[in-house]
Structures are given as structure tokens and as C-alpha cells.
């Protein structure tokens, strides 16, 4: 479903992000990108849902070569696509409900259908019974399953998760991966760009280790790091 | 487009004028004011123009005959001017009926011309009255060439003065007017720009949750339309009261002034301001995302 061929991304700042990087992740794959801080992981995600282009090589994503996708399809192609962030980028103005009602508002849904989908959703993440409290009322765990709501709602065919465990404590980052993985189980793609390295091992889940914009390994089953 | 996303871009747009409020009622200010002064300059134009052409049509034709002309002359004279084809009438004024109208003109000020009647300086004069405004000029030059005219006088130089005043004011106020409305134009431009920049973190949510550009900036485009929008309804509301209380006030002190009161002229002036004011709050804001909201 996903496939980088050569792909090179040099920032207009000279930065090499990414340095001919050739990956291919079929679908309802459960993918970890590991690696430090500036090993190309958000350039990664970030040519998937063309906030980014890239300046050599080729992505294709659900059948259609990204270089074809023209400006005015990118919102249709972030459709397709949930972002989970660490930081949440909840609205802190609008309701639980809203804010999961945002992401279907945006693509013109209907009320009727809004009121139908958002509820099924809030009870997949267990947070029917805050659907009227605002984000800054809720734990960390409950604003990132806000988030993951908010993230599924479109029915999308990949979800790209950014460290989302980042900002919660180990009992919430559990409850989220089960999650993940309940929502991954359902057929959804994920790939989650995370440092959190004893998740990682535990999941074994294939890993993409990325370090200096290079692929230097890729396992299924793996691990965070092969070192001690 | 959904009847729930129309409301959505409404709700968005008014929220945003409410919150900058301060920044909303000065763009609405600029507005109203530069369509106020577009708007009474208009008037104005139209109703010199209206005042001229009434003027034109009352043009009458004064024609002074040299003092020693004798009356058999005269009468030659009547009837030669009778006979031309854009002649509509021809009176004769004697020096004696001259002065006692111009003495019934000065009202209370008629001592001033006291004991003339012996040695009356005014001249006999034909007064004569055309078809049409513009066989004046001509049949004035005609008139000129006869011998026994001393001279020959129309009003052509007031309708020209009257015309140039109108051309003046249009002038100043297109070019305030002009002035003002970039002024407004930029104003809204901040203003949107600002309301961009407030929900800069809600914009960028709104584009990975796969929102389309238009869906963006429809309620930006929407707050720039509705502040043009008010600021113009102010403006009309202005000039449309204010120009009809001035109105019964003028016929009830210059019952002769012949100002434009047909209602629908105006009405069609005010709608004009009304969409000028929309297209100013557009423009604004189209400045404004060009700039912000790239794609």
C-alpha cells in the first residue's frame, strides 16, 4: 500500500533528511519507526501526507504516485490518512464531541451523519461519558484517545501516530497501544515514529530503524535496538 | 455545498468579527465612511446635473437693441426673428416695462433705482425663447450680426458654471473616495489577518484533518464581507435619512430649489453602495489570504 522507491529529501537548508530510502509497508501492517532525534522519522511521515515533497524518488501511496496528486487533492489524500501527534493539536475551544466532530465537519459531513459516527467512535476509546467536557479537563491518556477518536472517525486507511506516547506515564501508554492495536486489528495500517524502546520490544511488531536519513534495519518481529 | 457547512462558515465569520471586535468596528468605520462621502458626493453630482438641465431648459435668449434704432426698425427686426424656424416665441420688452420688473425684483431695495424713470439707462431688448438648449449658441451668433443689436446675452455661461461645479465634485469625491476605499480595503486586510493569525493553530489542525483551502478560508472570506457589508449599511442609512430630512427641509425654505427625490434612483444609488461595500470586505480579504493561506 505504501511504497518509498529512492527517496532523497534535502531541505532547502541544505539538511539531508532522508537519503535514499526504498520501504515498502503493506496493508494493515503495524509499523514502528525507531531511531534519535533528526534520523528522518517526521520527514517520513510528513512525505506521506504531503506536507513535504520529496527531491528524488517516488511514493506511492494507495495506488497513486504522490508526484501526481495535485495541490488541490492533497485535502482528499489527508483524508485517507489519521495523524496522531504528541502534543494532541486538540481545539481547546470546542468540546470533546466537537472536536471529534471537526475532523468529519471539515470534509462537509452532515449533521444526521455526525451525530450518528462520532458516538460509535467516543465508545471505542471509552470516552462516551466525557463527550461534553473540554480538552483541558482531561488526563493526557484521555486527550490522546480524543485524538485517536478524532484520528478514526474518517475511516482512514493509515494511521501515522508521532511519539504519542510521549507525553503520557507507562499505565496510559499501554491502554493507548491496546488501542492502537484493536484499531490496527480492524485492518487499519499504522505507523507509529516513537522512542518509547520497551513498547517497541514488547509489541514485536516490525520495526524501521532509521539513523541519518538511512534505513539501517528493518525486521519483522524486531526490537528498538540490538545494542545492550 | 451542506446546509450544516453554510452554517459552519457563518458561525466561524461571526465569532471572528466578535472577537476582534475593536479592529471590526474600525474596518466598518473606514467603510462607512468612505461610502458616505462616495455616496453624498453622488448625490450632490446628481443633483447639480438635475439643476443644470433645468436651467438649460428655461434658457432665454436677451437681446439688447442699441438705443437709436427706431421702432419701424424694431418691428422689422420681431419679425425677422419671428420667422426662423427654431424661434418658440419672441417678446418685446420696452425700456419701461425693463425697469419696473427689474424695481419689482429688488422688492424693498427698489429705492436704490429711484428717479431713473426720467433717464432710463436700460435698453429695449427682445426676449427670446428656443426649442431646443441647443440651438442657442447658434441663433445667438445669428443674432449678433444684425446691425441694430447692441447685444446679445444667455445664460449658457451659468449652465457651464454649474456643470463645471458638478464635474469638481465628482472629481474630489472619486478621488477621496478612492483614497479612503484602499484605505478600508487594508484595513480589512489586518483585520482578517489578525483573525487568520488568532486561529493560525485551528488552521493548521483544519488542513491535516483534510480540509479543502476553500473550506478555510470561506469564513475569513465571509468576516471581510460582513464587516464590508456593515460598514456600507451604515453609510446608507446615513445618507438615506439624512438626505430626506434634508430634502423637506429645502422645499420648505427654497421651495424653488429642484433637488432628485424619486425614491427608486435613490434606492438604486443605496444598493449600489450596499455591493460596493461587499466588494471592498472581499477584496480585503482576498488580500489577506493570498498572502496567508497558501496552499
Redesign the interface.
Known sequence: MIQFNNVTKIYANGIKALNDITLRIRKGEFVFLVGPSGAGKSTLTKLL?R?ETPTRGQIIFDGKSLARVR??E??????KIG?VFQDF?L?PQKTVFENVA??L???????RE?KKVVPVVLNLVSLMEKAESFPNYLSGGEQQRVCIA?AIV?NPVLIIADEPTGNLDPDTSWDLMNLLLDINRRGTTIIMATHAWDIVDAMKKRVVALERGKIIRDEIKGVYSHEA | ??L??VR?YFREAFQSVWRNSWLSIASMGVVAVSLLILGSSLLLVVNANRIAQGLESSVEISVFIKDETIPDHVRNIKSEIEARPEVAGVEYVPKEQALKEMMANLGNDRDILAGLEEKNPLPDAFRIKTYTVDQVTPLAAWLESIAMVDQVRYGQGVVEKLLAVSRWVRTAGAVAMALLGIAAVFLIATTIRLSVFARR??I??????????W?VRFPFLLEGMILGLAGSFVAVMVIYFGYFSLISNINLSLPFMQLVTERNLIITLMEGLLVLGLAIGATGSMISMRRFLK?
Do not use: C, D, Q
Open positions: 501526507y506536507e495541490p488541490r492533497v485535502p482528499y489524500l489527508r483524508r495523524m493539536r481545539l471537526f475532523a465537519e471539515v470534509t462537509g459531513a452532515s449533521n455526525i478524532r474518517n | 455545498m451542506r450544516s457547512t459552519y493553530k485551528e493548521g489542525i483544519m488542513k491535516f484533518l483534510g480540509a479543502t483551502n473550506f496552499a
